[in-house]
C-alpha cells in the first residue's frame, strides 16, 4: 500500500508565499509523476500542476510564472512552491502520485490541504 499526505496549507494575504509538501511512502513503489490538484466550493477539482518522470513540469496558466513544481525522489516528495497568491487560489489542494507497484500503474490521493488566500 501506498500513503499520499500532503502539508504546509494555511491562511495567507494576497501576494504572500506558501510551500505545500506531497509525501509519499509505502512499500516497493517507483513515483511516475506527481501532481497538484485543486478544488474551491462549488467547483470541480482542477489540475494545477504536473511533473512526470524526465518531463517538463506543466502548469495551469492562471498559475504559471507564480507557482512552481518540484521533486525530490530520493525522498519520494513532492512540493508546490506558491508565490504571489491571490485570493482566486483558495481551495484545497490535493497532490495525486502515480506510481508503478507490482507490475502495474496505480494513483494514489492524499487527503487535501486548505490554502485560504485573504484580500
Known amino acids: 500500500q501506498v500513503q499520499v499526505v500532503e502539508s504546509g496549507g494555511g491562511l495567507v494575504q494576497a501576494g504572500g508565499s506558501l510551500r505545500l509538501t506531497c509525501a509519499v511512502s509505502?512499500?516497493?513503489?517507483?513515483?511516475?509523476?506527481i501532481a497538484w490538484y485543486r478544488q474551491a466550493p462549488g467547483n470541480q477539482r482542477e489540475l494545477v500542476a504536473r511533473?512526470?518522470?524526465?518531463?517538463?513540469?506543466d502548469y495551469r496558466n492562471s498559475v504559471k510564472g507564480r507557482f512552481t513544481i518540484s521533486r525530490d525522489n530520493a525522498k519520494n516528495t513532492g512540493y508546490l512552491q506558491m508565490d504571489n497568491l491571490k485570493p482566486e487560489d483558495t481551495a484545497v489542494y490535493y497532490c495525486?502520485?502515480?506510481?508503478?507497484?507490482?507490475?502495474?500503474?496505480?494513483?494514489?490521493w492524499g487527503q487535501g490541504t486548505q490554502v485560504t488566500v485573504s484580500s
Open positions: 495525486n502520485a502515480n506510481v508503478a507497484r507490482a507490475g502495474s500503474n496505480w494513483s494514489y
Open positions: 509505502g512499500s516497493t513503489f517507483t513515483i511516475n509523476a
Open positions: 511533473i512526470v518522470n524526465g518531463g517538463i513540469p
